[in-house]
């Protein structure tokens, strides 16, 4: 009987959010969350790429700034959107939803004073 290679163990997608949300912890502050770690493979390895996101009180998330990329395996951070570029979708998607982010925080406001 041939021995079958024992398979090597997985991180699962919460294990993959965990390790998104320490990196945000670490890194980018509290106005940057983490999505929903989305499963992709390749022909060498397979990993999670996890969203990260932009969030707003009141308004919730805003929309994705960057994204990371989490080895299944190992469980490490391979790859990730650089910081400077993180800021700048940030800053932009802050720009573009102006209004409606400001009138989300004000009623927000409004409803922890009540």
């Known amino acids: 009987m041939i021995a ?3 398979p090597a163990a997985r991180i699962t997608a919460e294990a993959a959010r965990l390790i ?3 990196f945000v912890a670490d890194n980018l502050g509290d106005q940057i969350g983490v999505g929903t770690p989305a499963r992709v ?3 060498l390895r397979s990993a999670w790429v996890v969203p990260l996101m932009l969030t707003s ?3 919730g ?3 994705i700034v960057g994204v990371l990329i989490i ?3 190992l469980g490490h951070i391979s790859a990730w959107t650089a910081v400077e570029e993180i ?3 940030a800053a932009r998607l802050i720009e573009e939803n102006k209004t409606a982010l400001e009138s989300a925080f004000e009623q927000a406001r409004i409803r ?3």
Request: hydrophobic content about 30%; charged content about 30%.
């Open 20 to 22: 998104g949300e320490d």
């Open 112 to 114: 922890g004073a009540a």
């Open 4 to 6: 079958e290679p024992i």
């Open 61 to 63: 998330a805003v929309g």
């Open 87 to 89: 800021e700048a979708n």
């Open 41 to 43: 493979v390749s022909s």
């Open 57 to 59: 009180p009141g308004y």
């Open 71 to 73: 080895d299944e395996e």
